[in-house]
T-cell receptor, first 110, second 119 residues
Framework: GENVEQHPSTLSVQEGDSAVIKCTYSDSASNYFPWYKQELGKGPQLIID?????GEKKDQRIAVTLNKTAKHFSLHITETQPEDSAVYFCAARGYSTLTFGKGTMLLVSP | GAVVSQHPSRVICKSGTSVKIECRSLDFQATTMFWYRQFPKKSLMLMAT?????????EQGVEKDKFLINHASLTLSTLTVTSAHPEDSSFYICSADPTGQGASTDTQYFGPGTRLTVL
């Protein structure tokens, strides 16, 4: 089955800095890669996703890149703000269900 | 759009009792819903895939007689934790696929989660 590795497990940045979270996946058949933000005590919220026919996607301060050859994808957050502090999960999906990474706790200090 | 709700948001029960958690898609239909369990500071663990009008598909190691799933309509799936014990205490989250196709590129939207505490 699919295996998704996510790094780093924790990331601390200063407000205004950029943050990058990286994920790798094992199943070359995976073709859908969403990113979720989860705040304490809440369910995951979809923040951006990318499909295998696209190499990069951007939505305001958030961008995701995908390298299908290398089987890795990354989340980029620019101009970070304290409200960006949360746990971020990457995921990959092929023919079956979503497989999640272990999560990255992002801490943005004012 | 694509809002998923869960009820209750928090429940405390005594050991040996059963607890039902509801998952509803509010503005779309979903032939497929998913149930996850999440331990503190851990990732989401898929428990089962809920299919409208048919039996749920359980992941390996998940007891189907312990975690009963009923997907009675296109907007409602329920998870019943039977004879709950303290080790069943966890954060349970559902998600739904708004296109209902279950195709590989479909987006999943998550509910807000239910915190279950078994005393």
């Amino acid at each position: 089955g699919e295996n998704v590795e996510q790094h780093p497990s924790t990331l601390s940045v200063q407000e205004g800095d950029s943050a990058v979270i990286k994920c790798t996946y094992s199943d070359s058949a995976s073709n859908y890669f969403p990113w979720y933000k989860q705040e304490l005590g809440k369910g995951p919220q979809l923040i951006i996703d990318i499909r295998s026919n696209v190499g990069e996607k951007k939505d305001q301060r958030i961008a995701v890149t995908l390298n299908k050859t290398a089987k890795h994808f990354s989340l980029h957050i620019t101009e970070t703000q304290p409200e960006d502090s949360a746990v971020y999960f990457c995921a990959a999906r092929g023919y079956s269900t979503l497989t999640f990474g272990k999560g990255t706790m992002l801490l943005v200090s004012p | 759009g694509a809002v998923v709700s869960q009820h209750p948001s928090r429940v405390i029960c005594k050991s040996g009792t059963s607890v039902k958690i509801e998952c509803r898609s509010l503005d779309f239909q979903a032939t497929t819903m998913f149930w996850y369990r999440q331990f503190p500071k851990k990732s989401l663990m898929l428990m089962a895939t809920s299919n409208e009008g048919s039996k749920a598909t359980y992941e390996q190691g998940v007891e189907k007689d312990k975690f009963l799933i009923n997907h009675a309509s296109l907007t409602l799936s329920t998870l019943t934790v039977t004879s709950a014990h303290p080790e069943d205490s966890s954060f349970y989250i559902c998600s739904a696929d708004p296109t209902g196709q279950g195709a590989s590129t479909d987006t999943q939207y998550f509910g807000p989660g239910t915190r279950l505490t078994v005393l």
